[in-house]
């Protein structure tokens, strides 16, 4: 369980990426962006601790920019010498879910950039851990050149069909340049209470 972030403290980031680059050039100039932002504003980046595709790229930028970046990787992705060695953290771990969990603990807010079934499955985590109320950080989506867009029709359509309260849906942030939905989401973490548990997962 983790405390109120102290405002003197440096907001911990936590991105969700692909392991891919994607079909347009804008997903990996939106994650050299962020990363970029995110070491400009003394912020830390927490991630899944690859060194390809988006995952690389958002590193990378935030260790050139001067971020603290900490990755967590499963034992059976790093077999496979995906994992970065050139990060201030690189925790290797037994599970995905080990994973998953330990990011969500180093973290102050998440935002999802474009990415596949992966990625999909980190933000639903996450997001259905804060309806559960085991943390209130602020969520967030990079939608670069609309890519979120599908996904948040079909999230209206759930709120439409009565399976999603309206606050649930309401609770993501959405934005298209990386910088200021960084500045957002801070803003958001800042005003958090904090007291998240996630030892009920």
């Known amino acids: 369980m983790s405390a109120p972030h102290p405002s003197t403290a440096p907001l911990r980031i936590c991105v969700y990426c692909g392991s891919r680059h994607g079909r347009s050039p804008a997903y990996a100039e939106a994650a050299q962006a962020l ?4 070491g400009q ?9 690859g060194k390809v595709g988006l995952m690389g790229t958002v590193a990378d930028a935030a260790l050139a920019a001067g971020a603290r ?10 077999k496979l010498e995906v994992g970065h060695r050139g990060l201030s953290e690189l ?10 969990q330990m990011m969500a603990e180093r973290a102050d ?4 950039m474009p990415g596949g079934i992966g990625t999909l499955e980190e933000l639903y985590e996450v997001w259905t851990w804060r309806q559960l109320k085991y943390h209130d950080n602020p969520i ?26 309206p606050a649930m849906r309401e609770a993501v942030i959405v934005g298209e340049e990386p910088a200021a939905l960084l500045d957002r989401v801070a803003t958001a973490a800042l005003a958090a209470r904090g007291g998240d548990d996630y030892s009920k997962i």
């Open 91 to 100: 925790h290797v771990v037994p599970t995905m879910h080990v994973r998953k």
């Open 69 to 78: 970046v900490t990755g967590v990787i499963p034992e059976s992705l790093e």
């Open 140 to 165: 967030a989506l990079l939608d670069t050149g609309g890519y979120w867009q599908p996904l948040l029709r079909f999230m209206d359509h759930t709120v439409a069909e009565g399976f999603l309260a």
């Open 41 to 49: 504003r003394g912020y830390e980046l927490v991630y899944g601790g």
């Open 35 to 38: 990363g970029t932002a995110i």
């Open 109 to 112: 807010a998440f935002i999802a």
